[in-house]
């Protein structure tokens, strides 16, 4: 089996379809939103606070270096597409999934993302970070999912694309 890597905004299902394809497969599974949390012993909301979005960003890309193929799925954090080094690391092992959901449906999911932890500057809306972010997850996708569709749907989507 290819190792898999997620991408795509917070709220986008990456972490939902990463647990749920992974116990399917009954393989590994790491998300990287959580290895920070664990690293630093802080949420990422925290974590953002505290030492401001670029350290969130660059933690998470010291995380997704840090990764090897012996995960198999694996789920990043929204902003892991702005280190070209952290997403070459993930593509020299694993499939790139984009999971694509449009704008109203993240932030319905979301809400205002403040308890998320977004990577993101100060007084940056979401609807800017998506329209900043969208060409980037475009870019490294190797395969592209609708976000709006079932789980279960997109796990066989998935083990079909295997």
């Known amino acids: 089996m290819n190792n898999i890597s997620f991408i795509g905004m917070a709220g986008s299902g990456k972490s939902t379809l990463g647990k749920a394809l992974s116990e399917k497969l009954e393989v590994s599974f790491a998300d990287t939103d959580l290895l920070i949390e664990e690293r630093f012993s802080q949420s990422l909301e ?23 193929n012996e995960i198999k799925i694996i789920s990043t954090g929204g902003s892991a597409i702005y280190s070209d080094n952290a997403m070459s690391h993930l593509n020299s092992f694993s499939m790139m999934i984009y999971i694509s959901a449009p704008i109203n449906i993240i932030k319905s999911r979301i809400g205002q993302g403040q308890e998320r932890g977004l990577a993101m500057p100060e007084g940056t809306s979401i609807e800017e970070t998506y329209l900043e972010r ?10 592209t999912l609708d976000g709006t569709m079932p789980i279960a749907d997109l796990v066989d989507k998935i083990i079909e694309a295997l």
Not at 134 to 143: D, G, H, V
């Open 46 to 68: 925290d974590l953002k606070q505290a030492k401001g979005y670029k350290f969130v960003r660059l933690a998470e890309e010291g995380i997704i270096l840090s990764l090897q």
């Open 134 to 143: 969208e060409p980037l997850y475009k870019k490294w996708a190797q395969l």
